[in-house]
C-alpha cells in the first residue's frame, strides 16, 4: 500500500522541459522529507533536488541550480519537478524517495543521502538531438 510513483519523463530536446510527478501512495505528504535523485549509467545516483516536510525549504545543487524547482502539492498528495532548459548531461533515470524524520536539512538529504523509508521505480529522461 505504501508506495511513490513516478510519472513524466520522456525523450525532450536539450532545451525543452518537463514535468516530473512523484505521487504518495498510503502515506501523507507532510509527514515526509521529499528528494528527487537521479542516476545514468556507470554513474552514483545524484541528488538534484529536496525538500523539508514543511516545504519552506529545498535544495538543487549546481548543476541544476536555476533550471530545476521542486514543489509540494498537498491537496493531491504528490511532489513535483519542474526541469527547464534542459541538457544532455541531466539524461537518467530520475527517482522520487521520500524519508520521515522530524528534522533534515534539504542539502543533508540531497549531499549525504541517507538510507530513504521509500524509493519509486524511476522515470527515464533522455535529453537528446
Known amino acids: 500500500q505504501l508506495q511513490l510513483v513516478e510519472s513524466g519523463g520522456g525523450l525532450v530536446q536539450p532545451g525543452g522541459s518537463l514535468r516530473l510527478v512523484c505521487a504518495l501512495s498510503?502515506?501523507?505528504?507532510?509527514?515526509?522529507?521529499i528528494g528527487w535523485f537521479r542516476q545514468a549509467p556507470g554513474q552514483e545516483r545524484e541528488g538534484v533536488s529536496c525538500?523539508?516536510?514543511?516545504?519552506?525549504?529545498?535544495y538543487y545543487p549546481e548543476s541544476v541550480k536555476g533550471r530545476f524547482t521542486i514543489s509540494r502539492d498537498y491537496a493531491n498528495n504528490t511532489v513535483v519537478l519542474q526541469m527547464n532548459s534542459l541538457k544532455p548531461e541531466d539524461t537518467g533515470v530520475y527517482y522520487c524517495?521520500?524519508?520521515?524524520?522530524?528534522?533534515?536539512?534539504?542539502?543533508?538529504?540531497?549531499?549525504?543521502?541517507?538510507?530513504?523509508?521509500?524509493w519509486g521505480e524511476g522515470t527515464l529522461v533522455t535529453v537528446s538531438s
Open positions: 524517495a521520500a524519508l520521515k524524520s522530524q528534522i533534515l536539512i534539504p542539502r543533508v538529504m540531497c549531499t549525504v543521502k541517507p538510507r530513504m523509508d521509500y
Open positions: 498510503g502515506f501523507t505528504l507532510d509527514n515526509y522529507n
Open positions: 525538500i523539508s516536510r514543511s516545504g519552506g525549504t529545498a
